[in-house]
């Protein structure tokens, strides 16, 4: 398997990322649940330009965000984070 220190710690960073920003969308769903202060969408956007699979976790768990056109963008990012994983994986493996 993978023995490389360095890409393990990407790895666990990159699920910690993900998780935090997985967090942000559903503290934002409460919020608009609630009517209360909410966080703005281009900071999620933002937010899902580094932890795009957490976010796109989020929208379909809670469906938050789905029929926003610009949202459109966060699965579009998933999969160049999944092509650049398994970009990375190759790398490390051969």
């Known amino acids: ?3 490389s220190p360095v890409f393990v710690l990407f790895l666990v960073f990159y699920i910690l990322i993900n998780g935090v920003v997985f967090f942000f ?3 934002d ?5 609630k009517n209360a202060r909410r966080t703005p ?10 932890g795009p699979l957490g976010a796109c976790a989020a929208m379909l768990v809670f469906r938050h ?3 926003k056109m610009k949202f459109y963008l966060v699965p579009v990012c998933a999969m160049l984070h999944i092509v650049l994983l398994i970009w990375m994986l ?4 051969g």
């Open 65 to 67: 965000k789905t029929r």
């Open 41 to 50: 969408e281009n900071r999620l956007l933002f937010f899902a330009l580094f």
């Open 29 to 33: 769903k409460i919020k608009a649940k």
């Open 90 to 93: 190759l790398y490390f493996i």
């Open 25 to 27: 969308y559903a503290h």
């Open 1 to 3: 398997m993978i023995s």
